[in-house]
C-alpha cells in the first residue's frame, strides 16, 4: 500500500507540479520498537549526542577521538543528523521538546551553507561554523568538503519525507532550498564521478528527490541515467571500486537503503536491493565473527580493528547483532576512536537494515577457514584468509596502487587473537605500487623500494628480527630480498612497532597463530 501510495505521489508530482512534502507518506511510522539491538544502539548514539549538545550554539560539540584533523569546535554535518534522531525520539516518545530543538539545531545548519553560485564549494556546508569562508584559493577536503552536499543534503530528505508538517513551514521551506543548492553545486562543480560509490549512491538519491519535489524534468532524467551508470559499474563485478572499506561499506549501505526505500521508480527501488544484498553477502564472506572484524585487504580504512573503533559497517550489523557480538565498541563514549560515525545510527535505525539470511548466519556464526578471491576490477584482486585465529589478506593491484602519506590504502592485513582476547595487527603503512596475495599460509609481496609494516601488540611481549616476528600469541616468519632492516617506535602509538624494509622487490610472510590454540590451518 505504502509502495502505490508513493507512485501515486510521484504521478501527480511529475504531472500536476505539488509539493511533494504535502504528499508523501510516512514511511516509517515507528522506531522499530520489535528490535533490541535498534533501539539500544539509536539510545547510545542519543545519550553521546544529547552529552555532546550546547544550547547556545545549537549544534553538537566535536567529540574528542584524535580522529580528525578539521579545526573547530562544532560539527555541523553530524549536528544535522542529531536533527533527525531527535525527530525520532519525539515521535516515538512524544517529546515535542525535541521538535523544537531539531528546528532550532537545522536552522543553524541551513545558516553554514555556502550559497555563491561563482564559488566552487557551492551548495555545501561549513564543516564547523568556526571554518573561514570561501576565499579565492579553496581547494575541496582542504578548506571545506563537497560531500557535505550529500550527507547533510539526504538528511534533509530523510526529515522532509518522514515528519512533514511537523517543523514550521518556513523552515521547511528553507530545507528545500537547500537541497537544490547541493544539487546544482555538485552539477556546476563537476568533480563527481560514478566510481565515488558511497558519495555517488547519496548523489543518485539526493538529485532523484529533488528532481521530482520540483517538477524537473531535466534533473529527472539526468538523475535517472546517473543510477544507471553507478548500477552499470557495480554490475560488472558486482562490487565497488571503494572495496572492502569498513567506514565507507557503511555510507554504501545508507545510500542503498535510500534507493530502496525513496526512489522514485520501481526500478530505482528494485537497484537498491539488488545492490544492497550483493553487499551484503560480500561483507559476510570476509566476517570473523569471533575475532568482531572484517578480513582485509582494505581500500579505505581508518583503523584495523573494528571492536576499538566506530565504522558506519559496525553501526548497521549492531542492529542485528548484541553487544557483546557485533563488530563495534561495546561501550563507546567521547572519546572512543571515530565515535562521531557512532551517530550515524538514527539513519540506520530508521531506514532498517536488510540483511540476506545466508549473509546473517556467516555474521552469526563462524562457518569455518576459508579462503575469499575477489576480482574489483580488470586490474585489481583481493586475496583474503579467513581462519579460526587469525585473518589475513592481500590486493594484486596490477602495480596500480601504493600506499603512504595519507592514503587509507591497506595492501596487506593481519589481524589475530591474542592470549588476552585482544586483537593483535599487522598493516603495510608505506610502499611504493604493490602487489599482494594471500594464501593460507601467509602473504606474499611484490613491489620495487621501500616498504613499511606497522605491528600492534597492546601490551603483551614481542621480539621482532628482519627474518622472524615473535607477536603475543603469533608468529611471523620473514623471507626477502631487502637490502637492510630497521625497526622504530612510532609517536602516535605507544603499543605498537614500525619495521622498514628497504631496497624491497619480494617479501614472503609466513603467518602461523598460537600452536597452543587450534590450527588455523588445520583441514587445509
Known sequence: MKRILWITCFWIVMNCGSALAQLTPTLHPELNPSSKNSRELFDESMRLFDTSYDPNAHLVLRPHDGGTHVRGHYMVRESSWYALGLMMRARSNNRPADVDRAAQILGTVLDQQYLDPNMKCYGTFKRSPEEPGPGDHDVAFTSYDPNWRQFIGTTLEMILIEFPGRLPSELE????????????????????????????????????????????????????????????LFQRYGTFNEYNAPTYYGVDL???????????????????????????????????PELRNIAGPYDRSYGMDMS???????????????????PLPSKPTLTTSQVADMWFAPHVTLLGTHIPNAALVKFRRFIGPHMVHRRIDSTRVTTSWVGDRAIWGGEFTGMTKDSGGKTQFHPVTVQWSMPDGSIGWIKVTRSPNVDAV???????????????????????????????????????????????????????????????YTGVRSIRMELHADRSHPSDRSGN
Open 254 to 288: 545508507y545510500g542503498l537503503a535510500l534507493w530502496r526505500e525513496y526512489g522514485s521508480t520501481p526500478r530505482m527501488r528494485r537497484l537498491g536491493h539488488v545492490m544492497e544484498a550483493a553487499l551484503w553477502n560480500d561483507l559476510a564472506n570476509f566476517y570473523q
Open 173 to 232: 521551506t528553507r530545507m528545500y532550498r537547500a537541497i537544490d543548492a547541493a544539487v546544482s553545486g555538485e552539477i556546476h562543480d563537476g568533480r563527481l564521478v560514478p566510481s565515488y560509490s558511497n558519495i555517488a549512491l547519496m548523489y543518485g538519491a539526493l538529485w532523484d528527490f529533488a528532481a521530482v519535489h520540483d517538477n524537473n524534468a531535466d534533473w529527472l532524467s539526468r538523475s535517472q541515467a546517473w543510477t544507471e551508470q553507478v548500477y552499470s
Open 308 to 326: 576499538n573503533y566506530v565504522t558506519v559497517t559496525g553501526v548497521w550489523m549492531r542492529t542485528a547483532l548484541d553487544a557483546a557480538h557485533a
Open 438 to 500: 594471500a594464501d593460507p599460509e601467509g602473504v606474499t609481496i611484490t613491489t620495487h623500494g621501500d616498504v613499511s609494516f606497522r605491528v600492534f601488540t597492546g601490551k603483551g611481549p614481542s621480539k621482532i628480527s628482519k627474518t622472524t616476528w615473535s607477536l603475543p600469541g603469533f608468529l611471523a616468519e620473514i623471507q626477502t630480498d631487502a637490502r637492510s632492516f630497521s625497526i622504530s617506535q612510532p609517536g602516535d602509538c605507544a603499543d605498537c612497532k614500525d619495521m622498514l
